[in-house]
Nanobody
Framework: QVQLVESGGGLVQAGGSLRVSCAASGLTFSSSAMGWFRQAPGKQREFVGIISRSGGTYYSDSVKGRFTISRDNAKNTVYLQMNSLKPEHTAVYYC?????????????????WGQGTQVTVSS
């Protein structure tokens, strides 16, 4: 079955950087578009960005220019590089496989979610 395992979260000071990873198995990774979402305390889960099969990326306005998504098909892994972090970036970060063809920012267009990795940014 499809499994997604996020890792790399942790505590970082404001202004710092962190890279989280999502290792996938049980699917043809190179043929899959992979998305990142996050859920802050007391808030709904929100779209962060997506990387297509060919490596094209699209980000939410809130992270554009600050976060970068990349993938390594040889390792079946997608990455989320986060720079210049702020306390408001504190959240659980999730990766997911896009299965739909509609709005990429919508959760319903994704299946096979990971368990998430906690990112905490201290001020």
């Amino acid at each position: 079955q499809v499994q997604l395992v996020e890792s790399g979260g942790g505590l970082v000071q404001a202004g710092g950087s962190l890279r989280v990873s999502c290792a996938a198995s049980g699917l043809t990774f190179s043929s899959s578009a992979m998305g990142w979402f996050r859920q802050a305390p007391g808030k709904q889960r929100e779209f962060v960005g997506i990387i297509s099969r060919s490596g094209g990326t699209y980000y939410s306005d809130s992270v554009k220019g600050r976060f970068t998504i990349s993938r390594d098909n040889a390792k079946n892994t997608v990455y989320l590089q986060m720079n210049s972090l702020k306390p408001e970036h504190t959240a659980v970060y999730y990766c997911a496989v896009r299965v739909g063809s509609q709005d990429v920012t919508t959760e319903s267009q994704y299946n096979y979610w990971g368990q998430g990795t906690q990112v905490t940014v201290s001020s």
